[in-house]
């Protein structure tokens, strides 16, 4: 069996982040792993130990702004094809294990069907299916009726003809109990997982993670934890007025997750007892939030679920 993994994701800093930890276990088992992305989450690959094979040149030739290149499913099928030409001899040469696939990078499940690549979908929060896109994700499920009477379907079928599978648009968006994939929110607050097959779901939230680490504060001062989650990054906003009110407030410890090198960069040299970390790991924040006496977040479900476990009050500030 091939020693290579070969990992998919959309370059969004929510899609990479809950990836570093597995993907540098595999390389302790004696994996090599290659990331292909662009190079904006390098830091992140870097990280989890993995190899960045970098697609901005193929971003490059595509239309649209930068968000628009990475996520939109006319740009992605547009990149599959560029793949395709640049990555695909190279994959039938040398097919590897198998591939983790982010959920929404439906070129990464179409070009792992072309070479018949076994696949394990990585989610970042909740499972998409058909039952949750009825019941909760309706937004999802409004687009992609949408999508099924326009251009993409006509894509779709003109990739079936140059040796890609052929799949429908839900099968791309979706989870299928056929499918074995990794989602990062426990299943307590998953919607509708007491209806549905996860035979084939490993979930990876944290359930008792809090009885193994020391509660109370690391020193006689009161800790207030502020993060605003991985999804968007125009939050540098909330981290200078939080560095604005506490750059006096010497008798508190502030630890601010901003998720960002530049967010980093942009708020300078700070005070003593204000601490900014581009990169914190899921069982670091654990260990934070037992110790901490407050949280400013912006209401994601991890933060709030593991301040509940915690005991710790939060203040919260949704931006979405």
């Not at 110790?291 to 710790?312: P, Q, W, Y």
Request: charged share 20%; hydrophobic share 40%; with cysteine.
């Amino acid at each position: 069996m091939s020693s290579a993994i070969v990992v998919f994701v959309i370059p969004g800093v929510s899609h990479i982040t809950p990836l570093v930890p597995i993907l540098r276990h595999f390389g302790k088992q004696g994996y090599s792993v290659r990331v292909y992305a662009a190079s904006y989450i390098a830091s992140y690959v870097e990280k989890a130990g993995a190899e960045l094979v970098s697609l901005d040149e193929l971003y490059d030739q595509l239309e649209g702004d930068p968000y628009a290149r990475t996520t939109s499913p006319f740009a992605m099928l547009e990149l599959l094809k560029l793949m395709d030409e640049r990555f695909g001899p190279e994959l039938r040469a040398n097919p590897p294990a198998f591939a983790l696939v982010d959920a929404h990078t439906i070129w990464g499940r179409l070009l792992a069907g072309k070479y018949q690549i076994p696949v394990i979908i990585s989610s970042t929060t909740m499972i998409m299916n058909r039952l949750t896109m009825k019941e909760y994700f309706r937004y999802y499920e409004r687009s992609i009726r949408f999508m099924e009477n326009g251009d993409i379907a006509k894509k779709l079928e003109e990739l079936a003809g140059d040796g890609f599978p052929k799949r429908d648009i839900d099968s791309l968006y979706t989870v299928g109990e056929d499918e074995n994939c990794i989602v990062y929110v426990s299943k307590e607050l998953q919607p509708c997982a007491d209806r549905m097959n996860t035979s084939r779901v490993y979930f990876m939230g944290y359930t008792n993670e809090f009885g193994r680490i020391p509660a109370g504060s690391s020193s006689s001062r009161p800790l207030i934890f502020v993060s605003m989650g991985t999804s968007f990054l125009n939050t540098g906003f909330v981290f200078k007025n939080c560095v604005t009110a506490f750059k006096d407030r010497e008798e508190l410890d502030i630890v601010m997750a901003v998720s960002s090198e530049e967010i980093v960069k942009q708020l300078g040299t700070l005070p003593g007892h204000i601490r900014a970390l581009p990169f914190v790991e899921q069982k670091e924040i654990l260990a934070i939030l037992a110790k901490a006496d407050a949280v400013i977040c912006h209401g994601g479900l991890s933060t709030v679920r593991e301040s509940f476990l915690a005991g710790v009050p939060m203040i919260i500030c949704p931006r979405a």
